[in-house]
Structure formats: C-alpha cells, structure tokens
C-alpha cells in the first residue's frame, strides 16, 4: 500500500489525486490536506464569481474526492499544525498543490497607502476568502486603477462596473454586492507596460466588456499598431486585438451615455503610487516604447487619477519551512516536480502561476509518473492511520468531505435569490456549520 499526502486541494491537488487512482487503483490511500475548512481553492475563492460554468468542474474533484482511497483533510494547516518531517515520516511521498495564494508586488514607493490592493487580496474580498474578507475597500471616490494586462485585470475590472441586476446568477458575497451597490466609481483605467501585441488577455473575457449594461470600453486608436500587423499573431491574440479595435470604434456619444468608461492605457509603466492623507490619490506613469518585445521609459512621466488601485501582476507561492523555495521564480525550487526525495510540488507551486486551469491536469499525471517511479510498493509507513493519531493528540479539528457537504448545504440554503449559494466567508462559521 502507498500513502500519499497532497497539501492542497485546488484543480492541481484534485488532478494529482486522481492521477494517483488511476495509476495504483485499490493500493494508493491519498490524504488531501487544505487549511480551509472548504475545498477547491481557486475555483472557490479565485474564480470570478460571475463565472460560475468555469466552476463547475469542481464536479469533477468532488468525483474523485468521493473514492473510498481519497480523503479531503480540511482545517489543517502543514507547517504550522503538522509539520513537512512529520508528514514525511508518515506519507511515501508529499506533494505540494498549494498554488500560488500571495501577489508579486511591485515594489514602488507608495505601494503601502491605503486603498491599494493586490488582485489575490482583492479577488479574494469578492470571492469571500476568510483571509480577505475584511479587506474593506473605500469604493467611494471615481477613479480606479487596475495594474495589469491579463485576465484577472479583466476580471476586477468588469466586477467593479457591473450592475447588481448583471451580477445575478454569481456567488459573489454579500458584503462586496453591499459595497458594489455603493460604489463611485466612474472609470477604470487598466494600466499595460507594453502595447495591445502583447496583452495576455483572451477573447472570451475581452468580449464580456461589449455587454455591460453601464460600462463601455475605451482604446486609443493612437495606441493601435497598423492592422497588417496583426497577421503575425497567433489566432486567440489576432482575436482579442480585433476586439479591441472594436473598442477603439465606438463612438464618443456611446461613452458619454454610459456611467462608467473602462479605458486601457497602453504603454504606461508605473513609477509610483502618490498618497493624499495617507491614501492613494494617483499613480505616477511612464510612457513606455516597445523595443525589442520589452517596454523601454521614454522620460515622458504623467499622473492618472486613482482613489482605488488593485495590481494584477502575478502571485506567489508561500515558503514552508524546511522546503527548499525559489524566492525569484516565487516557487519550489524543483526538478521538474521533484524538490528532495519524498517531496514533490504540482501546478502553479511547481511551475509558477502560468497555464489555465486545465494545465493542471498533465501536472499532475506527470509528478504521480514520478512519484511511482520513486516509491515503488510503498514503505509500510503509517499514512492515514498515523495522521489520525497525531491529530488526536494535539486536538487538530478535522473537516472531512462529508462535513464539507454539510457547509455546502448550509450555503446553499443560505443563498439570496438568483444566487447558486452564499458563502460563509470566516472559518468559525463554516465550523458552526457542522454542529
């Protein structure tokens, strides 16, 4: 029998589980851990919440959780209740999905100032993450800043313009609606280094701009490259340029009936965050050039306005003590999944947060390949049963996925109408839940 521990149960720790089903059927006993007393990580608190068909693959891990040889762990977090030597000592291998949860700062002078947010902080408010849930944004003030040229700046961006009718249907939580309906906001401008070649955001995500009831998209058509140009690219971004030349076609009299203009700002590198009374009132910005494929400062420095800023530039994995980590790439150090014998990492913790959700499966198929070649039987450790009795002794409450369903059902029948469920978004409540 082989006893496998994955800490993490988000698509990549999902995927390796059932991974290691299929690779060992009857003779595997899989333990996925998860701080959270809830499982799925991204696709519960990263996923845009106006998105609920991408959240629907959760069906699937919950498929896989539901073999007698997977167990969810939840409400336990390695390095802190348990340790990595100790689940070494009990598991044949270890393997970290535990994504990457913290954003890649800027490092600018005013990044500290009130009112200015990462996207997995800001994200995680929305989506009700217990970590963030206080965060309280101040929506109340015009002009909001979104740093980066991705989809997750699509995402932030078109959940502060939306109208509480569009967002019927999502489980946004109810203490963002309530701040949402509040809101100011009257543009968001969407800040890029480089030019519209060289965007990471895809069709799907561009085009959901176009339906806004009270928003519009705006392009500079001066920021647009000649459209022969585009014959270079390939398909999916040849498809989002032309959205957003689409963009760049619609008429001034559009924007001035539209409360809220989503503006993007290519070209613009910021430089700094300026403050007013201790909270963010503008970003300083560089116009860029692009040479070479990377965006150069040309000296010329302008200020946009900005009462609220969230940046979208990338996350990071979380150091464990005693697991080598790469603080560069912000993630494990490893060899190719490989981080020392017995440990293994998947998904973004092993390769960075690139890939979609569906990267994620070939990971995880591929670090079991390693993992059986690795282990062979087994060693006769204790796995699940050792685990078990260590809990017990240090009092550690395990959520089981039975339980889990327990807090599923509570959110469930919590829901406001129109909504798929509402969300517990602090771990005392999800506990309370059970009892």
């Known amino acids: 029998m082989r006893h496998i521990a994955i800490v993490g149960s988000g698509p990549a720790g999902y995927y390796t589980a059932e991974a290691a089903g299929k690779q060992w059927g009857e003779d595997v006993r899989v333990d996925v851990f998860d701080a959270l007393p809830v499982p799925y990580g991204l696709i519960r608190t990263g996923v845009a919440p106006d998105h609920q068909s991408i959240k629907k693959v959760s069906m699937r891990y919950e498929k896989t959780a539901l073999t007698a040889n997977v167990r969810f762990v939840g409400n336990v977090h390695v390095g802190t209740d348990v340790s990595v030597a100790e689940l070494q000592q009990l598991y044949d291998a270890v393997i970290f999905a ?27 408010w929305y989506n ?21 040229m991705g989809n997750v700046a699509l995402d932030v961006a078109r959940i502060l313009s939306k109208t509480e009718g569009e967002m019927e249907g999502s489980d946004i939580v109810l203490h963002a609606l309530e701040a949402l309906r509040g809101s100011n906001v009257e543009t968001v401008t969407i800040l890029g280094r480089r030019g519209p070649h060289q965007i990471m955001m895809t069709p799907k995500e561009l085009g959901e701009l176009m339906q806004l009831e009270r928003a519009s998209p705006y392009v500079d058509k001066a920021d647009l490259p000649p459209p022969d140009d585009d014959a270079i690219l390939e398909p999916g971004l040849r498809k989002s ?29 910021p430089k700094s965050f300026k403050g007013d009374g201790g909270k963010v009132s503008a970003v300083e910005v560089e116009r860029t050039t692009i040479e070479k494929g990377r965006a150069v400062g040309t000296g010329e420095i302008y200020d946009v306005a900005a009462d609220l800023v969230v940046t979208c530039i990338g996350y990071r994995s979380s150091p464990i003590e005693g ?6 790439a912000g993630r494990f150090a490893n060899d190719e999944g490989r981080i020392l014998p017995g440990l293994y990492c998947v998904g ?69 109408d129109g909504s798929p469920r509402e969300k517990f978004v602090d771990i005392e409540s999800m506990i309370a839940a059970l009892r």
Do not use: C, M
Request: glycine share 14%; hydrophobic share 40%.
């Open 98 to 124: 535990t994504g990457a949860p913290y954003d890649r700062e800027l490092g600018l002078e005013g990044e500290d100032l009130a009112n200015v947010f990462g996207s997995a902080a800001f994200v995680g």
């Open 128 to 148: 009700g993450h217990p970590n963030f849930a206080g965060l309280g944004p101040d929506l109340s003030g015009k002009h909001a800043v979104v740093v980066g």
């Open 241 to 269: 340029v032309t959205l957003l030349r689409d963009f760049a076609a619609i008429p001034e009299s559009i924007h001035g009936e539209t409360p809220i203009t989503i503006e993007f700002d290519f070209f613009a590198n």
């Open 323 to 328: 697991v080598p980590f790469d603080e560069r």
């Open 348 to 416: 973004w913790a092993k390769r960075g947060p690139t890939g979609t959700i569906g990267t994620n499966r070939p990971d995880g198929y591929g670090v079991v390949e390693l993992v059986a070649e690795d282990i062979g039987e087994g060693s006769r450790k204790a796995g699940r049963e050792g685990f078990d009795e260590l809990a017990e002794k240090r009092g550690i409450d395990i959520v089981k996925f039975s339980d889990w369903q327990k807090i599923e059902e509570a959110e469930i029948a919590a829901a406001r």
